[in-house]
T-cell receptor, first 114, second 117 residues
Framework: GNSVTQMEGPVTLSEEAFLTINCTYT??????LFWYVQYPGEGLQLLLK???ADDKGSNKGFEATYRKETTSFHLEKGSVQVSDSAVYFC?????????????WGAGTKLIIKP | DGGITQSPKYLFRKEGQNVTLSCEQN?????MYWYRQDPGQGLRLIYY???????QKGDIAEGYSVSREKKESFPLTVTSAQKNPTAFYLC????????????????FGDGTRLSIL
């Protein structure tokens, strides 16, 4: 079946460090892939997306490349800030019962220390 | 500003009581969703609706009910049959019909935190 696997958290980094949060997926067909961010006590916000193989999504210094050969969509940022502390969710869009649904990873908590 | 409004932000339920969580959107989106989030876990789909007067069960619909009488509104009732309702509930919407737009992101409200008294 379709699934999304994210690296377990929490991930703790110092400010200005390089960030990678791994996300791999299992899906039939050609899903669209998304990264969402959730700040404490809030809902989820779309961070970036990619809709086909080799697409690179980017936003706010974050990037992720849709790698079909490795079924991955790893999130990266070159220099993190304290304000990036949040929970990050990877998700894929898949056709289920004739409707497109999002399949979610478990989330990765990111803690950035000053 | 367009967006999704969930209310209340915090809600307490007594044993045997039904409670209703409100979700309103002014994004003119056709599809709406309810998710449950437990601490340290991902999102689980409770119900979704593609169009007014139509909705489908998600993965964990037992103990919950919904209605979709208006395009902009998708209230969720947590019934007394839901024995473990303590969680963070998130409402979301997306544009167009779900069958047509696989790359359309979902937009989320700020959530309602439900606890048992």
């Amino acid at each position: 079946g379709n699934s999304v696997t994210q690296m377990e958290g929490p991930v703790t980094l110092s400010e200005e460090a390089f960030l990678t949060i791994n996300c791999t997926y299992t899906a039939t067909g050609y899903p669209s892939l998304f990264w969402y961010v959730q700040y404490p006590g809030e809902g989820l916000q779309l961070l970036l997306k990619a809709t086909k193989a080799d697409d690179k999504g980017s936003n706010k210094g974050f990037e992720a490349t849709y790698r079909k050969e490795t079924t991955s969509f790893h999130l990266e940022k070159g220099s993190v800030q304290v304000s990036d502390s949040a929970v990050y969710f990877c998700a894929l869009s898949t056709l289920m019962d004739s409707n497109y649904q999002l399949i979610w990873g478990a989330g990765t908590k990111l803690i950035i220390k000053p | 500003d367009g967006g999704i409004t969930q209310s209340p932000k915090y809600l307490f339920r007594k044993e045997g009581q039904n409670v209703t969580l409100s979700c309103e959107q002014n994004l003119n989106h056709d599809a709406m969703y309810w998710y449950r989030q437990d601490p340290g876990q991902g999102l689980r789909l409770i119900y979704y609706s593609q169009i007014v007067n139509d909705f489908q069960k998600g993965d964990i619909a037992e103990g919950y009910s919904v209605s979709r009488e208006k395009k902009e509104s998708f209230p969720l009732t947590v019934t007394s049959a839901q024995k473990n309702p303590t969680a963070f509930y998130l409402c979301a919407s997306s544009p167009g019909h779900p069958r047509s737009y696989s790359n359309q992101p979902q937009h989320f409200g700020d959530g309602t935190r439900l606890s048992i008294l």
